[in-house]
Nanobody, 117 residues
Framework: VQFVESGGGLVQSGGSLRLSCAAS????????MGWYRQAPGKQRELVAH????????NYADFVKGRFTISRDNAKSTVYLQMNDLNVDDTAVYYC???????????WGQGTQVTISS
């Protein structure tokens, strides 16, 4: 099982980024997926969730209205569109199954998102 995140970078406050996560080694379409992030000195936290068939999405309060999660089961890929970014969004972003039980050994390298003021 492998998750490969991409799309991070350095942007100014108020900017946008689109993250992608390609999954392999799993039957992607049967799993609910999540985007997570970990800021320096903080624990990893769930940012957004999407059901296996895209029928339901949920967001952490701190990203509601700014981030949108989506997926393409044909490509085994999950996306995170991030708008109106602020410095508090600076973190390494990861994707994984949600909840990640049974996949805690499969975290990828993540993609660094850095927001400048």
């Amino acid at each position: 099982v492998q998750f490969v995140e991409s799309g991070g970078g350095l942007v100014q406050s108020g900017g946008s980024l689109r993250l992608s996560c390609a999954a392999s080694g799993i039957t992607f379409h049967i799993y609910h997926m999540g985007w997570y992030r970990q800021a320096p000195g903080k624990q990893r936290e769930l940012v957004a969730h999407i059901n296996s068939d895209s029928s339901r999405t949920n967001y952490a309060d701190f990203v509601k209205g700014r981030f949108t999660i989506s997926r393409d089961n044909a490509k085994s890929t999950v996306y995170l569109q991030m708008n109106d970014l602020n410095v508090d969004d600076t973190a390494v972003y990861y994707c994984n199954v949600n909840p990640p039980y049974g996949f805690n050994d499969n975290w990828g390298q993540g993609t660094q998102v850095t927001i400048s003021s």
